[in-house]
Nanobody, 123 residues
Framework: VQLVESGGGLVPAGGSLRLSCTAS????????MGWFRQAPGKEREGVSC????????DYDDSVKGRFTISRDNAKHTLYLQMDSLTPGDPAMYYC?????????????????WGQGTQVTVSS
């Protein structure tokens, strides 16, 4: 399994970024996928998760209304559109899969993930 995240960077508060995650070595179209983040000294935080068909989506309360998760099963790619970024959002962002069709509780605590992509927000 290989997951490659990209799209991070430095943006001012209120700015936007679009993260991408390209997957290989797994049946992408049959699996829920999600993004989690981890900042130095903080616990891993599940940001958003999307079911195999895109029909079920969960967001952490801290990003609801600002972030949008989506997927393109034909391209084996997961996206995270991040708008209205705040100083609370900076972290390393990772994509992962719970290896199930749907997002379960604690979906972000196990499974494979990539090298991550850094998001930095300047105030």
């Amino acid at each position: 399994v290989q997951l490659v995240e990209s799209g991070g960077g430095l943006v001012p508060a209120g700015g936007s970024l679009r993260l991408s995650c390209t997957a290989s070595g797994l049946t992408f179209g049959h699996l829920a996928m999600g993004w989690f983040r981890q900042a130095p000294g903080k616990e891993r935080e599940g940001v958003s998760c999307i079911s195999w068909d895109g029909g079920n989506i969960d967001y952490d309360d801290s990003v609801k209304g600002r972030f949008t998760i989506s997927r393109d099963n034909a391209k084996h790619t997961l996206y995270l559109q991040m708008d209205s970024l705040t100083p609370g959002d900076p972290a390393m962002y990772y994509c992962t899969t719970p290896m199930t069709y749907y997002c379960s509780d604690s979906w972000y605590l196990s499974g494979n993930w990539g090298q991550g992509t850094q998001v930095t927000v300047s105030s």
